[in-house]
């Protein structure tokens, strides 16, 4: 009886006042019981964040302003909780003159210099700017390069200046390819000259081209008079510039970094610029045996081919695509197709059919892969004849057959390509998805964005490439991030990144 009595005074203790149970783990509420526990408060805040638990900014705010290893992670999370009543405390968190060193009070001041800019930049402070471009002093890299992607984010005015100097004058490579990266991301034309330039500036074993011709790209057309006056050698800082040992840009680099960019833009009044340069080019790669030419003068006319597949081409210019693509050297005569079949160049597949009948072996593989793709009527039966002649695999051969076949099947039937598209067969599929792009069916080429064979995506970006006014921006986003994870399909990731870039642009 008495172990009983005992018992009640228990119960109404937790009846009568204020007993609560634990809170339910992985709960915000379990966390932020963690926070007065240094040994869980980063861990903490870090899944207060992830749960976007609003509630407790103020008690995250509370940890910022208390000295600890904690700090970083909360300036971070009032960023990812928009806590804008804490704008004030993150830039006073802000500490410009922490130095370069080991010892844990700066890497500590480091790591909250970097967290307190993006989380600004996150709640778009503008107040902000001055003291985050003071951080791209910073002597630590890391801090330079949270303060470079916060102000892509914030813009205003002397962003693009700042960042356009870290561009040119940073001592790490990593910073400066963070900064052109950063600068086409801003979007502001102030920063076209650091990116041309940066196209041709090499550091050891280290180029910016790649990531410099996709920032232009992102700005659009203001891009374009700066890379003309570039194409024509007229641009003073790059004719200035000097690679590794004092030697000048190599011959026909210019010309074609350029000349892609402007392809990609859909520079359509340069076509014919870019045409007299490819064939001067190609010109002095043909005398390769009377004088020595660099490696770049045979990369160049590539790079001119992939600028003109954008383009239509006039008939002069078809003319010297055609020659191109006699070429024996393989590169080149891949290019040289590429932009006739891309541009649905009138009389292709009449050229490249005469193409491969004067090669063999690979070279001619190349010349009836891209006829197959585009013939249509007269050109059926002597390319038929051509490739039964080949000395191609017989799996190719039937692929190309493949090909041959369903041109003649479906004709001018939409709905027959749209049943082809969704074949078994790759070869099948690409030539379906080329004709689809000539019948601009953006839900068919939208979901060839999605095929595993890599020439079935190359052919639907292509498609999409022609018709970016039309895009669903939202839809193209949604299908790059569902990429990320599918190392298969990192090879075309570059290619809609393009096509995304113009569309944004291009549409209101």
Same mark, same amino acid.
């Given at each position: 009886?008495?172990?009983?009595?005992?018992?009640?005074?228990?119960?109404?203790?937790?009846?009568?006042?204020?007993?609560?149970?634990?809170?339910?783990?992985?709960?915000?509420?379990?966390?932020?019981?963690?926070?007065?526990?240094?040994? #869980?408060?980063?861990? /903490? +805040?870090?899944? $207060? %964040?992830? @749960?976007?638990?609003?509630?407790? !900014?103020? &008690?995250?705010?509370?940890?910022?302003?208390?000295?600890?290893?904690?700090?970083?992670?909360?300036?971070?999370?009032?960023?990812?909780?928009?806590?804008?009543q804490h704008r004030g405390l993150l830039l006073s968190s802000i500490d410009p003159s922490a130095g370069t060193g080991s010892d844990k009070r700066t890497i500590l001041a480091n790591q909250l210099n970097r967290n307190a800019a993006k989380a600004l930049a996150a709640l778009g402070d503008?107040?902000?700017?001055?003291?985050?471009?003071?951080?791209?002093?910073?002597?630590?890299?890391? #801090?330079?390069?949270? /303060? +470079?992607?916060? $102000? %892509?984010? @914030?813009?205003?005015?002397?962003? !693009?200046? &700042?960042?356009?100097?870290?561009?040119?004058?940073?001592?790490?490579?990593?910073?400066?390819?963070?900064?052109?990266?950063?600068?086409?991301?801003?979007?502001?034309?102030?920063?076209?000259?650091?990116?041309?330039?940066?196209?041709?500036?090499?550091?050891?074993?280290?180029?910016?081209?790649?990531?410099?011709?996709?920032?232009?790209?992102?700005?659009?057309?203001?891009?374009?008079?700066?890379?003309?006056?570039?194409?024509?050698?007229?641009?003073?800082?790059?004719?200035?510039?000097?690679?590794?040992?004092?030697?000048?840009? /190599?011959?026909?680099?210019?010309?074609?970094?350029?000349?892609?960019?402007?392809?990609?833009?859909?520079?359509?009044?340069?076509?014919?610029?870019?045409?007299?340069?490819?064939?001067?080019?190609?010109?002095?790669?043909?005398?390769?045996?009377?004088?020595?030419?660099?490696?770049?003068?045979?990369?160049?006319?590539?790079?001119?081919?992939?600028?003109?597949?954008?383009?239509?081409?006039?008939?002069?210019?078809?003319?010297?695509?055609?020659?191109?693509?006699?070429?024996?050297?393989?590169?080149?005569?891949?290019?040289?197709?590429?932009?006739?079949?891309?541009?649905?160049?009138?009389?292709?597949?009449?050229?490249?059919?005469?193409?491969?009948?004067?090669?063999?072996?690979?070279?001619?593989?190349?010349?009836?892969?891209?006829?197959?793709?585009?013939?249509?009527?007269?050109?059926?039966?002597?390319?038929?004849?051509?490739?039964?002649?080949?000395?191609?695999?017989?799996?190719?051969?039937?692929?190309?057959?493949?090909?041959?076949?369903?041109?003649?099947?479906?004709?001018?039937?939409?709905?027959?390509?749209?049943?082809?598209?969704?074949?078994?067969?790759?070869?099948?599929?690409?030539?379906?998805?080329?004709?689809?792009?000539?019948?601009?069916?953006?839900?068919?080429?939208?979901?060839?964005?999605?095929?595993?064979?890599?020439?079935?995506?190359?052919?639907?970006?292509?498609?999409?490439?022609?018709?970016?006014?039309?895009?669903?921006?939202?839809?193209?986003?949604?299908?790059?991030?569902?990429?990320?994870?599918?190392?298969?399909?990192?090879?075309?990731?570059?290619?809609?990144?393009?096509?995304?870039?113009?569309?944004?642009?291009?549409?209101?």
């Amino acid at each position: 009886m008495r172990r009983f009595s005992l018992f009640i005074p228990a119960i109404g203790l937790c009846l009568f006042t204020a007993c609560s149970p634990s809170a339910k783990p992985g709960t915000a509420a379990y966390f932020a019981k963690q926070l007065d526990d240094p040994s #869980t408060a980063i861990t /903490a +805040i870090g899944h $207060l %964040a992830a @749960l976007k638990s609003t509630e407790h !900014a103020d &008690a995250i705010a509370a940890l910022l302003r208390k000295p600890g290893p904690w700090q970083p992670a909360a300036a971070a999370a009032l960023g990812d909780l928009k806590a804008t009543q804490h704008r004030g405390l993150l830039l006073s968190s802000i500490d410009p003159s922490a130095g370069t060193g080991s010892d844990k009070r700066t890497i500590l001041a480091n790591q909250l210099n970097r967290n307190a800019a993006k989380a600004l930049a996150a709640l778009g402070d503008q107040t902000a700017v001055p003291m985050i471009t003071a951080l791209l002093r910073s002597p630590v890299a890391t #801090t330079r390069e949270g /303060a +470079i992607e916060a $102000l %892509a984010i @914030l813009g205003g005015e002397g962003v !693009a200046q &700042a960042l356009s100097d870290v561009a040119t004058n940073d001592s790490e490579p990593f910073i400066q390819k963070t900064a052109v990266i950063a600068l086409g991301n801003l979007g502001d034309p102030l920063g076209v000259p650091a990116l041309i330039e940066a196209m041709y500036r090499e550091r050891p074993g280290i180029s910016f081209y790649r990531e410099a011709r996709m920032a232009l790209v992102q700005i659009g057309s203001p891009a374009i008079l700066p890379l003309q006056q570039t194409f024509l050698r007229k641009n003073t800082k790059v004719e200035e510039m000097r690679l590794a040992e004092g030697m000048p840009i /190599a011959e026909g680099t210019i010309e074609a970094k350029a000349g892609f960019v402007l392809g990609t833009l859909r520079d359509q009044s340069f076509e014919p610029n870019m045409a007299e340069s490819l064939a001067r080019i190609y010109g002095h790669y043909l005398q390769r045996t009377k004088r020595p030419v660099f490696a770049s003068v045979p990369a160049s006319v590539v790079e001119l081919c992939f600028a003109l597949e954008n383009l239509k081409q006039s008939s002069k210019t078809i003319t010297l695509l055609g020659r191109i693509a006699n070429e024996e050297d393989i590169r080149i005569r891949e290019a040289a197709t590429h932009a006739l079949t891309k541009a649905h160049a009138p009389d292709a597949a009449k050229i490249l059919i005469q193409a491969a009948q004067n090669s063999q072996g690979k070279a001619q593989e190349v010349s009836l892969a891209g006829a197959s793709l585009v013939a249509k009527n007269e050109n059926i039966a002597p390319l038929q004849a051509l490739i039964e002649k080949s000395t191609l695999t017989p799996e190719r051969r039937a692929e190309f057959k493949a090909q041959l076949d369903l041109s003649i099947k479906c004709a001018s039937d939409i709905s027959c390509w749209q049943t082809a598209a969704k074949g078994s067969s790759a070869a099948v599929r690409e030539r379906a998805v080329v004709e689809l792009a000539l019948l601009n069916q953006q839900p068919d080429i939208m979901a060839a964005m999605q095929d595993t064979a890599p020439e079935v995506r190359t052919a639907a970006i292509a498609a999409l490439a022609d018709h970016v006014d039309a895009v669903n921006i939202q839809e193209l986003v949604k299908v790059q991030d569902s990429w990320k994870d599918k190392v298969q399909f990192s090879a075309n990731s570059e290619e809609i990144q393009y096509v995304i870039a113009r569309a944004k642009k291009l549409q209101p």
